[in-house]
């Protein structure tokens, strides 16, 4: 099993390359984890910095002393994955910031659809865009990355066209797509686009407009997932036939 991964904002290692892991994640090191001398961490910003460190030993309930060998830093993947995840009904809409960020996606844009029946505003949209950066924080840790997801401000179907039409390739999952994802030409490097529609699916007149900024209509499979699996499952299925998974 790799070793588990604590988030840091700075890599500032004493002499002789000790570092002290406090706070929140100290005490989860120490408390929860319960990592003792001679174990493995490592340590990351959650932007693509990161440090691998052997735990010397620990003090009181929520400190952690480990050597640290040195930072590298992880190169940006190519072709990078953006999925537009309209905006689902309860919990659901953690449940597939969660799964798309364990499978590897690289950025997910909260989309107010005109048939979402969930509509983020004011400080009721602020506390449920904190929850989606929330788990897509845990999440990267609990599957062992060290660049995890951006999670963007919710956006209109307006700033969704403008996000395709800078794309290197642009999809929406749709039913009604004339070719299957798993057929279409993608490229080798750039940006990937991806929406994801809502329960009630893209109405006619985003469709239009997404198609105008040059995205076209993809089926995923014989079968209808639901809003909050379909990202997981094209994030995958995006993966590995761009050699990302190789």
Known sequence: MTAPVFVVEHFDAGGGGQYVLDGPEGRHAVSVKRLRAGESLVLTDGAGRWAECDVVGTEGKDRLIVHMTGVAEEPAPSPRITV???????????LAVETMTETGVDAIVPWAASR??????????????????ATAREAGKQS?????????????????AALLANADFAAVLHESGA??????????EGEIVLVVGPEGGVSPEELALFEEAGAKAYRLGPTVLRTSTAGTAATALLLGRSGRWS
Do not use: Y
């Not at 537009?84 to 953690?94: C, F, H, I, T």
């Not at 979402?116 to 950066?133: E, F, Y």
């Not at 070719?179 to 080798?188: G, H, I, K, S």
């Open 116 to 133: 979402c029946i969930t509509q983020w505003k004011g400080d009721r949209g602020l506390k449920a865009l904190g929850k989606w950066r």
């Open 179 to 188: 070719e299957t994802l798993a057929t279409a030409e993608l490229p080798a």
């Open 144 to 160: 062992r990355r060290v660049r995890f997801p951006e999670v963007a401000d919710a956006a209109t179907s307006k700033q969704v």
């Open 84 to 94: 537009v995840q309209a905006l689902p009904k309860g919990d659901r809409g953690e």
